[in-house]
């Protein structure tokens, strides 16, 4: 079974430092990887996403991530926070064998202070 | 597009009665899922539909929770008796037949006294 790991459960930065969210996720064939951000209150938007091609994947606001096979992981960066970026970060993993449920890990919750 | 849309946002009842939830997912999307967020379990995927028929239903937690999805346009979650434990945010997702991207509703927040 496809299963996720985010070590970081709750990061606390100052404004403009950066930002790097671990995850590793364990299955051996072809994945899918994702993060999602939510922000208080609101329901999951997708961050970035990563299919096949290049391992480094720009996503929306600013976030980037990579994607290292030999590692099993896809770490979540941003050169530089800001106050509106304090939200819960989720990332996920499917298999590419067809099954669609994504598999989540437990979260990271970013606290950016001004 | 209105995105996916749940009913209702808000449910706080007594423990034994009986709970539904409603989900509409992004017109054109074939793929409906069912997840639960709690702060002990994190999110987990409950039950998941391709056109309209239950594909994986491992992770209902037992046979209070029952999932349908009589149409393209419409599912239900329903949770017959309700318990305290059942208390968390149930989010639905919806996806089309391409990437593997999932849209997530806003949740219900589910409350069982």
């Known amino acids: 079974a496809q299963s996720v790991s985010q070590h970081n459960h709750h990061v606390i930065l100052s404004e403009a430092a950066s930002l790097e969210l671990g995850c590793n996720y364990s299955?051996?064939?072809?994945?899918?990887l994702f993060w999602y951000v939510q922000y208080p209150g609101q329901h999951l938007q997708l961050l970035l996403k990563y299919f096949s091609g290049d391992p480094l994947v720009k996503g929306i606001k600013g976030f980037e991530a990579e994607f290292i096979k030999s590692k099993f992981s896809f770490n979540l960066r941003k050169p530089s926070v800001q106050w509106s970026d304090t939200a819960e970060y989720f990332c996920a993993v499917n298999a590419g064998t067809g099954r669609r449920a994504l598999t989540f890990g437990s979260g990271t919750r970013l606290q950016v202070q001004p | 597009d209105a995105g996916v849309i749940q009913s209702p946002r808000h449910e706080v009842t007594e423990m034994g009665q009986e709970v539904t939830l409603r989900c509409k997912p992004i017109s054109g999307h074939d793929y409906l899922f069912w997840y639960r967020q709690t702060m002990m379990r994190g999110l987990e995927l409950l039950i998941y539909f391709n056109n309209n028929v239950p594909i994986d239903d491992s992770g209902m937690p037992e046979d209070r929770f029952s999932a349908k999805m009589p149409n393209a346009s419409f599912s239900t979650l329903k949770i017959q008796p309700s318990e305290p434990r059942d208390s968390a945010v149930y989010f639905c997702a919806s996806s089309g037949g391409g990437p593997h991207e999932q849209f997530f509703g806003p949740g219900t927040r589910l409350t069982v006294l």
């Open positions: 299955y051996g064939g072809t994945v899918n």
